[in-house]
């Protein structure tokens, strides 16, 4: 199962709004609703931000969105903050019943 | 609220074996499928294998089919992972997480981190 596609890093100034993008296949992303991103500070573990594409665990910033079309998931984080800055991981079950992340993203607040 | 806590990792041989454990607590364990994910230093997640919450199913990556075995045991509400054959690029930071619906990791312990050198 190989690694979902993100781009290694993106940035943005405060109050801005980023997107980053999570390429899979018709085998994974392509084929089921079943996309999560998680966001990652250095040395703690990861948390959940997005399940089933779009929606937000409770306690999670409206701030951050996800969305779906073919075989390319997305996160969009509007109105950027100095704590956003953090590695972001995409997520998607798969047709083998296991589940593969994205290589991460590393974004930074300018 | 939902509290994961791994516990085994230390520094092993190539081809040694250790058992990493996660102990549940803050939920109904024996309700939900479970997930163990690793992180090498420096590096990305990397999924490794999930258990349904009944032991009916156990689905592993491909990278540690057959030398890794998920288990679980509801009565002491903790979640094993047995290593064997473990080489270099095993090592890592092993999380265990909290499934929610459709394999998707939702809660995550802190981990424990698995070295693997002569």
């Known amino acids: 199962q190989s690694a979902l596609t993100q781009p290694a890093s993106v940035s943005g100034s405060p109050g801005q709004s980023i997107t980053i993008s999570c390429t899979g296949t018709?085998?994974?992303?392509?084929?089921?609703?079943?996309v999560s991103w998680y966001q990652q500070h250095p040395g703690k573990a990861p948390k959940l931000m997005i399940y089933e594409v779009g929606n937000r665990p409770s306690g999670v910033s409206n701030r951050f969105s996800g969305s779906k079309s073919g075989n390319t998931a997305s996160l969009t984080i509007s109105g950027l903050q100095a704590e956003d800055e953090a590695d972001y991981y995409c997520s998607s079950y798969t047709s083998s019943s296991t589940r593969v992340f994205g290589g991460g993203t590393k974004l930074t607040v300018l | 609220q939902v509290q994961l806590v791994e516990s085994g990792g230390g520094v092993v041989q190539p081809g040694g074996s250790l058992r990493l454990s996660c102990a549940a607590s803050g939920f109904n364990f024996s309700s939900y499928a479970m997930h163990w994910v690793r992180q090498a230093p420096g590096k990305g997640l990397e999924w490794v294998a999930i258990i349904r919450y009944d032991e009916s199913n156990k689905y592993y990556g491909d990278s540690v089919k057959g030398r890794f075995t998920i288990s679980r045991d509801n009565t002491k509400n903790t979640l094993y992972l047995q290593m064997n054959s473990l080489r270099a690029e095993d090592t890592a930071v092993y999380y265990c997480?909290?499934?929610?619906?459709?394999?998707?990791?939702?809660?995550w312990g802190q981990g424990t981190l698995v070295t693997v050198s002569s």
């Open positions: 018709s085998s994974d992303v392509g084929g089921y609703n079943y």
């Open positions: 997480a909290k499934d929610r619906v459709g394999a998707t990791p939702e809660y």
